[in-house]
């Protein structure tokens, strides 16, 4: 992997918090990553299942790029519903 690559790849994953922050922000929705723990494990998983995806190729995926926007913006919607769901039981 190159600069170019690797920073298209971040691009993506911020593109995919953007466009739910986005979505939701009626609700006041925002992902803070520097002081997040819990979130940034989540990102590493998801990132690692999204490589495991592209090896093992068994939901042949055409295209890369649109399906690590989808899992990212999958992951964070989640992410954000288990947060509301948890405040809620509280």
């Known amino acids: 992997q190159n600069p170019q690559q690797i920073r298209r790849f971040i691009g993506i994953i911020f593109n995919a918090r953007h466009d739910i922050e986005q ?3 009626d609700l006041h929705v ?3 990553l520097d002081g997040d ?3 940034q494990q ?3 998983k998801t990132i690692r299942r999204y490589f495991n995806a592209l090896r093992s190729d068994d939901k ?3 295209n890369y790029e649109n ?5 990212m913006k999958n992951m964070f919607a989640n992410y954000w519903n288990a947060q509301v769901q948890q405040q809620y039981q509280e």
Request: glycine fraction near 0%; avoid cysteine.
């Open 30 to 32: 925002h992902f803070l």
């Open 60 to 62: 042949k995926i055409q």
């Open 37 to 39: 723990q819990e979130l």
């Open 23 to 25: 979505e939701h922000q």
């Open 42 to 44: 989540l990102i590493t």
């Open 67 to 71: 399906y690590l926007y989808v899992t």
